[in-house]
C-alpha cells in the first residue's frame, strides 16, 4: 500500500476560496515534499518540510506537519483558476536494506478551482 | 538552467517490443530516479542512480532496468513489453543530500514519456 496517502482524493472550489489537503503516512519519515502535477505533466516540488520543521510557509502555501500523528496538510489560500492541478505528498524513508532514502508518492489530490 | 529532458516524449509499441527511454538531468545534479505513473497505481518508484550506480530499486520485475552514463545522463529499458507497461514515465534529478543518499532534496521532474503498449 502507498506510503503517503491524500485526502481528499478530488476537491472543488471557487476561486479566492482556501483549498486543503491532508496527508497521512505510516512510518517515521526524513522529510515530507509536496508536489504539483498540471494534466499529465511533470511534478513540479512546492515545498519541503524536515521532520524536525512543524510548519513551513511560501507565498500561498502553508504547509504543517505533525508527527505524532503523521500526517500534513497543505493549505493553498486565494485559490485561483490557475491552481488547478493534481497535489502529491512524498514521504522520504530511510532504507535500511539499501542504506539509502527513497521518495516514495500519494495517489495524489485532484484540485479543481472554478473562476 | 536548461531542466530535466526526457526522450522521446511520446512512443507506441506492442507486446513483447522493448523499449529504451533517456532522461537527461539538470547540470550539476548526480542524482536520477525513475517513476512510473498510472491510474490505478499512481506514482510508483522504479529506481534511482547516483555516479552510475543503482542506490535503489522499486519493486518492478527484472523486466524493467536502467543505467547511469558518466555525464549523469540516465535510460531505462523495458524488454518483453506488456499492456500493464503504459504509463508516463518520468524521469527526476536532484542534488543528492550527501553521497551516502541520506535524505532526498527537491526533485527536479522532466515532462515524462507517455508509452502506449499495443
Known amino acids: 500500500s502507498q506510503q503517503g496517502e491524500e485526502d481528499p482524493q478530488a476537491l472543488s472550489i471557487q476561486e479566492g476560496e482556501n483549498a486543503t489537503m491532508n496527508c497521512s503516512y505510516k512510518?517515521?519519515?526524513?522529510?515530507l515534499q509536496w508536489y504539483r502535477q498540471n494534466s499529465g505533466r511533470g511534478l513540479v516540488h512546492l515545498i519541503l518540510i524536515r521532520s524536525n520543521e512543524r510548519e513551513k510557509h511560501s507565498g500561498r502555501l502553508r504547509v504543517t506537519l505533525d508527527t505524532s500523528k503523521k500526517s500534513s496538510s497543505l493549505l493553498i489560500t486565494a485559490s485561483r483558476a490557475a491552481d488547478t492541478a493534481s497535489y502529491f505528498c512524498a514521504t522520504d524513508l530511510y532504507n535500511m536494506n539499501s542504506g539509502y532514502s527513497t521518495l516514495t508518492f500519494g495517489k495524489g489530490t485532484m484540485l479543481l478551482v472554478s473562476p | 538552467k536548461a531542466g530535466v529532458t526526457q526522450t522521446p516524449r511520446y512512443l507506441i509499441k506492442t507486446r513483447g517490443q522493448q523499449v529504451t527511454l533517456s532522461c537527461s538531468p539538470i547540470s550539476g545534479h548526480r542524482s536520477v530516479s525513475w517513476y512510473q505513473q498510472t491510474p490505478g497505481q499512481g506514482l510508483q518508484f522504479l529506481f534511482e542512480?547516483?555516479?552510475?550506480?543503482?542506490?535503489n530499486k522499486g519493486n518492478f520485475p527484472g523486466r524493467f532496468s536502467g543505467r547511469q552514463f558518466s555525464n549523469s545522463r540516465s535510460e531505462m529499458n523495458v524488454s518483453t513489453l506488456e499492456l500493464g507497461d503504459s504509463a508516463l514515465y518520468l524521469c527526476?534529478?536532484?542534488?543528492?543530500?550527501?553521497?551516502?543518499?541520506?535524505?532526498?532534496?527537491?526533485?527536479?521532474f522532466g515532462p515524462g514519456t507517455r508509452l502506449t503498449v499495443l
Open positions: 527526476a534529478s536532484s542534488l543528492a543530500a550527501s553521497p551516502g543518499g541520506y535524505s532526498y532534496n527537491e526533485q527536479f
Open positions: 512510518t517515521s519519515i526524513n522529510n
Open positions: 542512480y547516483f555516479s552510475e550506480t543503482q542506490r
